[in-house]
Nanobody, 125 residues
Framework: QVQLVESGGGLVQAGGSLRLSCVAS??????????MGWFRQAPGKEREFVAS???????TVYEDSVKGRFTISRDYKATVYLQMNGLKPEDTAVYYC?????????????????WGQGTQVTVSS
């Protein structure tokens, strides 16, 4: 069992940047061994995949609309990051961090086992 806590959200103007963090808390205190993902959910829309990183760190996958603007990384202990540059109003959403055990399946939310509470990102035009 791992508990995830996101931070770093906020209000930013279009073209700006934010860095989201996802920290493992609780008794496990580590994200080692988990594939990690970021998802987002905008008002009135379904949750969608944003980015994922393999437990080994060598494989990353991005949703097409964020390629070249967002970067997912991890520190091999307890934190995963999502660096977001060139933000657009359509990036406005609650962003969720998720951890996946077992085989790497980056884009399907039902394949993730643990979720954080989310952090709000709002991009003004």
């Amino acid at each position: 069992q791992v508990q995830l806590v996101e931070s770093g959200g906020g209000l930013v103007q279009a073209g700006g940047s934010l860095r989201l963090s996802c920290v493992a808390s609780g008794r496990s205190g580590t994200l080692n061994g988990y594939n990690m993902g970021w998802f987002r959910q905008a008002p009135g829309k379904e949750r969608e995949f944003v980015a994922s990183i393999h437990r080994g760190g060598g494989i990353t996958v991005y949703e097409d609309s964020v390629k070249g603007r967002f970067t997912i990384s991890r520190d091999y202990k307890a934190t995963v990051y999502l660096q977001m540059n060139g933000l657009k109003p359509e990036d406005t959403a609650v962003y969720y961090c998720a951890a996946q055990q077992g085989a790497y399946s980056p884009q399907y939310d039902y394949r993730y086992d643990f979720w954080g509470q989310g952090t709000q990102v709002t991009v003004s035009s």
